[in-house]
C-alpha cells in the first residue's frame, strides 16, 4: 500500500507535493519521491525515510515547475533499496514518470514481454518500472510528436488489455501533462479534486481525499474505475472510460486501517464506517456473550480508536487511553520485516497502570494479522496488573493472502490461517477474543454507496475479484514476499549498496 499525488498548478507544486505526501504519510514509511516539469526540464528527489528527512531546503529549491508527481512507498516485496523508490522515470518517449500504488498480478509475464517485445530495459524487479514501461511503448508506438489527450486514452486503454491486477496510477509526460488512472475494479482507491485561482483552474489527485481537503483543493470526485483523467499543462482537463466491463470493488482494508478516518474513498466515509465497526462488535457481545464482564474498553492506537469509542457508547461501558504511543515510532503493520515490528512495539505503546490493574479490559485493534503486536500488547497490559485481558478485532479473521498491493504476503505468517478462533486467542495469549463478522464488516460501508455492490475481501473470504489467482501464484509470492526474503534483502541494502544507488543517483542530479 503507497500514497500517490500529482498537481496541475499555475505556480510552482513542490510545497503542495511535499505537503500532500505528508498527509498521506501513514499510507507508506519506507520511502518518498517526487518530480516536477519546470518547463521541458524534469526534476527529481526520492529516496529512503520519511517525507520530513527525504527532502530538505536544499531539495525543495531545486524541485521547481507547475506540474510534478510524488510517492511514498510501502514495501511489499525484496529490500528497501533506494532504487525501488518512486517515482520512475524513463526517457522514451517524451520524458514519462510514473508513481503506483497497488500491484500488477501478471507483473512477471509482463516482465518479459517489455525486454523480449518491446526491447525495453527494466532496471529493478518492480512492478511499478514494468508498469511505467508498458505506458511508454504503448505512448511510443502511436508515433506522435505531439500527443494529445486521446492519444494518452489509446495508450491507457492498452495498458489495461496488458495488464491485470490492482493499480491507481499517476503519471506525468515532460512538458505535456498529467495522466491518472485506476484498474477495472478500482481497487485502489484514486480521488480528484480542483482549485480555482485567480491565474486559473488548479487540478490534484491523489491517494485519499483528505490529502486534497488539506491543500484547499475541492473533491470533485472520485476517479472511476478504468477511468482515465488527462490534465495538461494549460490546465485543461479530459476524461474518458478506457476499460470495458468495468465494477467498483474497493479495497475494504481501507476502511478498516489504511485510510486516514477524516476520507471519503467512492463515497463511503472511512469515520462513519469505523464508527459502525464498534456498534457492529457490541451487537455481537450483546447478541452472542450477553454475561461478558467488561470494566473498560481501550483502543490500541490509532487505527481503532473510533471503532472502540463506539463501542464502549454502545454497551454502555467505561472508554480508556490506558495505552500511551509514542507518536515518533511509525506504524508497525507497514514496517518491512518481522525483528522491525517485534522491536518497535515495546517503544511505541506504554500501558497506565492505574487504567488496568485488577481491571477485567476489553484491547481493541482494527485487525489481527501477523498476532505478534497483539501478543506483545496483551503482555503488556498483563504486567500492568490486568485481571482479565479480552480482545476485539474490527475486521474478521485474516486468513488469506493479499496480492492488491497489501503486506500479507504468506498464509504461514497469518496467525489466523488454519486456526480456529479459540487457538486464535490463546496464541496471542488473550482471555477471550472476538472477530468481526464478515458481513457485519461489509454492512458497515456499502450502503453510503449504492454504486458499490461488493468490495474487495479476499484477505477474509480468499475470493480475488481479479479471478488470475491460482495456487502457484501464491506460492510464488510467498517466495518473493516472506519476511524471511525481507530480511535477508535488508541485510543486502544495510552492506552499504543501497546507500551508494542514493549516492550516485543523487550526483548525477546534481552534476
Known amino acids: 500500500m503507497c500514497g500517490i499525488v500529482g498537481v ?41 525515510g520519511l517525507v520530513r528527512d527525504v527532502f530538505r531546503t536544499r531539495h525543495m529549491t531545486r524541485l521547481v515547475g507547475t506540474m510534478g508527481i510524488a510517492h511514498i512507498r510501502y514495501p511489499t516485496a525484496g529490500g528497501s533499496s533506494p532504487a525501488l523508490a518512486q517515482p520512475f522515470y524513463v526517457n522514451s518517449p517524451y520524458g514519462i514518470s510514473l508513481a503506483h500504488n497497488g500491484n500488477l498480478t501478471n507483473a512477471e509475464q509482463l516482465s518479459k514481454e517489455v525486454f523480449k517485445t518491446d526491447l525495453r530495459h527494466m532496471n529493478t524487479d518492480s512492478d511499478s518500472e514494468v508498469l511505467l514501461n508498458v505506458f511508454a511503448h504503448e505512448m511510443q508506438v502511436l508515433g506522435k510528436l505531439n500527443p494529445c489527450a486521446d492519444d494518452v486514452f489509446t495508450a491507457v486503454k492498452r495498458v489495461h488489455q496488458r495488464c491485470r491486477g490492482a493499480y491507481a496510477v499517476v503519471a506525468m509526460i515532460a512538458n505535456r501533462g498529467m495522466v491518472a488512472f485506476r484498474d477495472r475494479f478500482g481497487i485502489r482507491p484514486l480521488v480528484i479534486g480542483q482549485r480555482k485561482t485567480d491565474s486559473g483552474t488548479e487540478y490534484m489527485v491523489a491517494s485519499e481525499s483528505v490529502a486534497i481537503d488539506v491543500l484547499g483543493f475541492e473533491v470533485m470526485r472520485d476517479v472511476a474505475p478504468g477511468e482515465a483523467v488527462y490534465i495538461d499543462m494549460d490546465g485543461n482537463l479530459s476524461t474518458q472510460q478506457c476499460c470495458v466491463d468495468t465494477e467498483l470493488v474497493p479495497c475494504i482494508f481501507e476502511q478498516v486501517y489504511f485510510a486516514r478516518p477524516d476520507s471519503v474513498l467512492d463515497g463511503v466515509s472511512v469515520y462513519q464506517s469505523r464508527v459502525q465497526q464498534g456498534v457492529k462488535l457490541a451487537q455481537k457481545i450483546q447478541r452472542e456473550y450477553p454475561n461478558l464482564k467488561i470494566d473498560a474498553i481501550v483502543p490500541i492506537p490509532d487505527s481503532s480508536v473510533i471503532a472502540a469509542q463506539s463501542m464502549a457508547q454502545e454497551l454502555g461501558v467505561k472508554f480508556s487511553g490506558g495505552l500511551v504511543k509514542n507518536r515518533y515510532i511509525g506504524r508497525t503493520f507497514i514496517m518491512p520485516g518481522q525483528t522491525q515490528r517485534k522491536k518497535s512495539v515495546r517503544q511505541k505503546l506504554n500501558a497506565v497502570r492505574s487504567e488496568f490493574e485488577g481491571k477485567d479490559v476489553l484491547l481493541v485493534d482494527d485487525s489481527i494479522v501477523r498476532g505478534t503486536t497483539s501478543g506483545q500488547i496483551i503482555e503488556l497490559v498483563r504486567e500492568a496488573g490486568a485481571n482479565k485481558v479480552f480482545f476485539a478485532s474490527a475486521a474478521p479473521p485474516v486468513r488469506y493472502p493479499n496480492v492488491y498491493g497489501i503486506d500479507m504476503p504468506s498464509t504461514d505468517e497469518l496467525i489466523a490461517s488454519g486456526r480456529t478462533i479459540d487457538e486464535v486467542g490463546k496464541l496471542i495469549g488473550a482471555d477471550f477474543l472476538l472477530y468481526q463478522d464478515l458481513d457485519d464488516l461489509i454492512d458497515c460501508s456499502i450502503g453510503m454507496n449504492k454504486a458499490i455492490k461488493r468490495f474487495d475481501c479476499s484477505v477474509f473470504n480468499g475470493d480475488y475479484v481479479t479471478c488470475d489467482i491460482d495456487e502457484d501464484y501464491l506460492k510464488a509470492l510467498h517466495d518473493k514476499r516472506n519476511d524471511a526474503t525481507k530480511s535477508s534483502a535488508e541485510n543486502q541494502d544495510e552492506s552499504g549498496d543501497g546507500a551508494f544507488l542514493e549516492i550516485y543517483n543523487e550526483a548525477t542530479r546534481e552534476g
Do not use: E, I
Open 8 to 48: 496541475v498548478a499555475k505556480s510552482n507544486v513542490n510545497q503542495a507535493l511535499f505537503d500532500a505526501l505528508t498527509v498521506l504519510q501513514h499510507r507508506g514509511q519506507d520511502a518518498a519521491g517526487m518530480v516536477t516539469c519546470d518547463n521541458s526540464s524534469l526534476h527529481q528527489r526520492k529516496g529512503n
